[in-house]
């Protein structure tokens, strides 16, 4: 039995490790072995887990003593106000329901002796009292700000003096023979890092309701940057990695000036942060991206099983480019002719859309609503169009 089991893995880990699959033709695993070790080894991505680590252990102590006091100097507090107790209504949020409909508010009311209005803000309240305040948003925000304009800044400066910035057909001359240098590896394995400590990290932050997608969307980020490591297409890659960085942080700060109330400033950034992403993905990444690993490469070394398999993944995130690129451009859309960008719907925010759905329950019911603008914030809907995407 064991005999067996050994034999089953091995051809597993044989057709893992198939030089079929990850090669060209004519070109062996210990052809790349005698070319000494200056070349990408999936052993050295060993090395990405204790730098996960450190990065993660970083990111506490920079929310800890930078983001934190960044945070309060510009205002922003946990001012969350829990909801007062109540047996009953706790009994209905935790076994029944979290936003109760007309016919439960009413007999709620009846049995409680309060007013309609008094239990829907008791809801909201302890819907709030589960979810993160905007200090930690802000922080967490920050750390992702800083991390991905000092990557993106060092990915434009190797990139600068590199070869294949210039000439896209340098990505694949002498492929698979192309030396690792010092700085391409830093690269690599720091962006790989970063999205294994995300990856980590997603179960402790704050929690998204897009939760599994980004999930997803790391797991995916990790597989292709491992995958164009292992078969040495990390020129290539490392044009991908900062074409999609190039976005990143704008995106970020348009976050932390929303988190601070700097609205016209969070209209301004989202709509920066929609034209790059647009060009980057829309334009660059098809034009400079596809058009090297397609055409170039088929020209240059041909197709083989890994090829093929690495093209398919990039035709499927140009696919997820346009997708993402719709969206944003009819919220950039709103936020020109409406003049706000609310907040990110993952941010797990009550929105004013609920509110003015529970004022007109309550006026349904009560004969009354608020009509003193408690739905504003600054003069700005509470949440708009970013929400409701």
Partial sequence: MATAVVGSLGLLWGWLWSERFWLPQNVSWADLEGQGDDYPRARHLLSVYPLAAGIFSVRLLFERFIAKPCALR?????????????????????????????????GLSKQLDWDVRKIQCWFRHRRNQD???????????????????CIFCYGVIFLWLSPWFWDTRKCWHGYPYQPLSRGLFYYYIMELAFYWSLMFSQFIDIKRKDFLIMFVHHLATIGL??????????????????????????????KLANYAKYQRLCDTLFVIFSAVFMVSRLVFFPLWILNTTLLESWEIIGPFPSWWFFNGLLVVLQVLHIIWSYLIARIALKALIQGKVSKDDRSDVESSSEEEDEAKNTKGLSGSSSGNGANCINGHLGDSYWAEE
Avoid: Q
């Avoid at 200090?135 to 991390?147: A, N, Y």
């Fill in 74 to 106: 510009l205002g922003i507090e946990d001012s969350r106000s829990d909801a007062e107790p109540n047996a009953i209504l706790e009994k209905v949020f935790i076994s029944i329901t979290k936003n109760p409909d007309k016919k439960r508010l009413e």
């Fill in 131 to 149: 979810k993160p305040p905007t200090l930690t948003k802000f922080c967490e925000s920050m750390w992702r700000l800083t991390f991905y304009f």
């Fill in 225 to 254: 940057i491992t995958f164009s490591y292992i078969n040495n297409m990390v020129r290539v890659g490392t044009l991908v990695l900062c074409l999609h960085d190039s976005s990143d942080f704008w995106l970020e700060a348009a």
